[in-house]
């Protein structure tokens, strides 16, 4: 600490020496000679294991290993010339291998201008450990070695925090989880990168959570043990040539992985690819789904979206607000449906929401939306009319959709299916009550029919119906509802029968009817 002594004076070696200490560096490895040997020597003082290597190169790998395997950067001490020349394999070894190293060379004496070479210390740091990990090259001119400078000119400079962790898109990570879950053949690659990234644990989580057999890359290895049953790795080609869908953790489609072309792969393979580098995505295939973000950030995002499939209102009211035309109407009814949907759903023009209003009527969407649908028809055409229903409120009208298809009105309907009033039971559960029973006396009376295909209502005169139950199906749906203006649809979107509203802050919200 050379904050106390502040008279005092101290060689440019030892500054160095503390600038690697504050940031963490445990080993340096080099071979030593003009200008850095007082480096060394400043640094074993400091208590920094020094290892002197025989080549520059092999010391250079081995402090890139040390990056790899500590997540802070080693170093690499070198002489000027030759000796940087000789670090250059490891350095570029480091960098295609994505792992953080520091390399420290001599270089003449500085010229005239001052350069705040101590400053530079935490910026190499950082960019050696902070997005895709890499080598980083730190020049330090011969004087300022033995300068003797006032302890108290020394600028303090901290550790460099570890990076930040990034997550991906949300509803990236929904799409990626409806293509892992309607994958017939899915593979998982492990690569270094997941390794890097401390993401065995979640990974391992969401290897058993999705049975997903897997295929470590070469350094990939141990991050779910080898021994693990939906290991693949004995049976990598056929893995590699089998699978529909690829998501790639930590792992490049380099010469490793065939370039994630044909004939080692199918050719409509669909890869997901998770990186932290985003010049990564889309390399040599065009991938279905790209997360960008930490590994293990991004591993636990898709655990926790797993557990929202079956979709809940909050995820059908995301999807659907990222697709609402700005000028369109909002028709809703409902109890759930009506009240988060308010609350997600947004109105950009006056007079462009009906509801269930004053007196909470059940069933005047299907009248609201044909009148919406006729102004909108005589005044703006082209606009669109959203009409959002709940399951039992649609059944309040649904014939009207006859009415529809009749005048062939610019309307969407959507049906939030949770098969009952309020809330509903899925099937196993109403097969379960029904084994003994009739219907009349055991079945509660807010529940509905399950899985009922309200689409088929519309599909019976002419519409468009879909039935929807993932993230995935319910985007392209709405998509194509949008852009075919030759006809009514409506979608019919399956969400969790248990689904409710978030736990309110206020308890006066928490009843059900509210
Ligand atoms: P392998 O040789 O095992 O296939 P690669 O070196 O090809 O592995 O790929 C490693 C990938 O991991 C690189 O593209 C790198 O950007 C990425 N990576 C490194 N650290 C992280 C991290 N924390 N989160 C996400 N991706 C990472
Ligand atoms: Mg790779």
């Keep these: 600490n050379f904050a106390e002594r502040s008279e005092e004076q101290v060689s440019g070696a030892k500054v160095i020496a503390q600038a690697l ?4 560096v445990e080993y340096v490895f080099g071979i030593v000679g003009i200008p850095v040997t007082e480096i060394a020597i400043a640094a074993q003082q400091l208590g920094i294991k020094y290892i002197g290597m025989r080549n520059e190169q092999a010391a250079c790998y081995a402090a890139s290993a040390i ?3 500590t997540g802070r950067p080693g170093v690499c001490l070198v002489v000027s010339g030759p000796g940087l020349i000789h670090a250059l394999g490891g350095m570029a070894n480091a960098n295609m291998n994505c792992w953080p190293l520091l390399v420290i060379g001599g270089s003449p004496e500085r010229n005239q201008e001052t350069m705040g070479a101590f400053q530079e210390f935490p910026q190499a740091v950082r960019s050696s450990i902070y997005g895709r990990p890499g080598a980083c090259y730190v020049d330090i001119p011969a004087d300022f070695v033995n300068l003797q400078v006032n302890v108290s000119s020394i600028k303090h400079v901290e550790r460099c925090m570890s990076p930040p962790i990034s997550m991906a898109e949300t509803s990236a990570v ?10 017939k053949q899915p593979l998982l690659i492990i690569g270094k990168g997941a390794a890097y990234a401390h993401a065995e644990e979640s990974i391992q989580k969401l290897v058993e959570q999705y049975k997903l057999p ?3 890359t070469p350094m990939g290895k141990g991050v779910v043990p080898d021994n693990h049953p939906y290991c693949v790795g004995a049976a990598r080609s056929r893995a590699l040539q089998f699978a529909d869908v690829i998501v790639l953790f930590g792992a490049r489609l380099n010469w490793i ?6 004939p080692r792969y199918q050719p409509d393979v669909k890869f997901i690819q998770v990186d932290i580098c985003a010049e990564e995505l889309g390399n040599n295939v065009k991938p279905a789904v790209t997360l960008l973000g930490d590994i293990n950030a991004v591993t636990k995002q898709e655990l926790a979206s797993k557990k ?3 979709m809940n209102y909050y995820t059908v009211f995301y999807h659907v607000q990222e697709q609402l035309p700005r000028d369109c109407f909002v028709v809703s009814e409902g109890a759930n449906t009506m009240d988060i949907g308010r609350t997600v759903l947004q109105n950009y023009l006056p007079r462009h929401r009906l509801d269930a209003g004053t007196f909470g009527t059940m069933g005047v969407g299907l009248g609201f939306a044909i009148a919406a649908a006729m102004v909108a028809k005589d005044r703006s055409p082209g606009q669109r009319v959203i009409c959002v229903e709940g399951d039992s409120a649609f059944g309040f009208s649904g014939m009207e959709v006859e009415t529809i298809c009749r005048y062939n009105l610019p309307i969407i309907l959507l049906v939030v299916n949770n098969n009952g009033i309020y809330q509903g039971f899925d099937t196993d559960t109403w097969k379960e009550m029904l084994k003994f029973q009739d219907a009349a006396s055991v079945v509660p009376p807010m529940c509905l029919l399950p899985n009922s295909h309200y689409e088929q209502v519309m599909t019976a005169f002419g519409g468009k119906g879909y039935f929807v139950q993932t993230p995935e199906e319910l985007q392209k749906s709405l998509r194509q509802s949008l852009a075919d203006t030759a006809k009514p649809s409506l979608i019919n979107i399956m969400i969790e029968p248990q689904a409710t509203r978030k736990t309110q802050d206020f308890h006066w919200l928490t009843r059900s009817n509210m």
């Design 214 to 216: 897997f295929l470590p």
């Design 257 to 262: 992985l065939h370039f994630g072309l044909p």
């Design 308 to 310: 929202s499939l079956p």
């Design 67 to 69: 990056g790899y395997l």
């Design 21 to 24: 200490k504050t940031q963490d």
């Design 174 to 183: 929904c799409t990626a989880a409806s293509v892992i879950k309607n994958a």
